[in-house]
């Protein structure tokens, strides 16, 4: 019967090969080609995004349907590096809409953002008068 230290050693030896086996070239498995159009990632770019998770090396054309209109588009791998290291969006969002439903979408966005601060200046003036009318009148 082997001890505990030589089955230990056994263990051991085992996982080693077959960690070496999963880490050794596969001659098989065919040589990993850059896609045409992709572009390089720059990390020091990405830094922005605070996770742990990994982090694309390249950006590649991604066809996606706009959720508004259903136009079938290609976020191209030039828009996606320009939106996450320019324009520094986080790593987790993805093109959702055309570029037309987009300027709608924007458009749309900034009429609300009128509509509420005007809503908001209003309610702070009422009730700066209704302040003033009930403060005590010492005269
Ligand atoms: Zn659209």
């Not at 959702?96 to 003036?125: D, F, N, T, W, Y």
Request: charge should be positive; aromatic fraction near 6%; proline fraction near 6%.
């Amino acid at each position: 019967m082997k001890s505990g230290k030589q089955r230990r050693e056994e263990i051991k030896t085992k996982r080693l090969a077959r960690l070496r086996a999963a880490h050794a070239p596969n001659p098989y498995m065919p040589i990993k080609t850059v896609p045409l159009g992709a572009v390089a990632v720059d990390p020091t770019q990405l830094t922005h995004n605070n996770t742990y998770g990994l982090l694309p090396s390249l950006y590649i054309d991604t066809p996606f349907v706009c959720k508004d209109c259903g136009a079938h588009e290609i976020w191209t791998a030039k828009q996606q590096k320009w939106w996450y290291e320019i324009a520094k969006g986080r790593i987790d969002t993805r093109a959702a809409r055309c570029r037309p439903c987009r300027l709608v979408e924007r458009a749309r966005v900034e009429e609300a953002r009128h509509v509420s601060q005007a809503g908001m200046a209003l309610k702070i003036e009422m009730k700066k008068n209704n302040d003033e009318s009930r403060r005590p009148n010492h005269n």
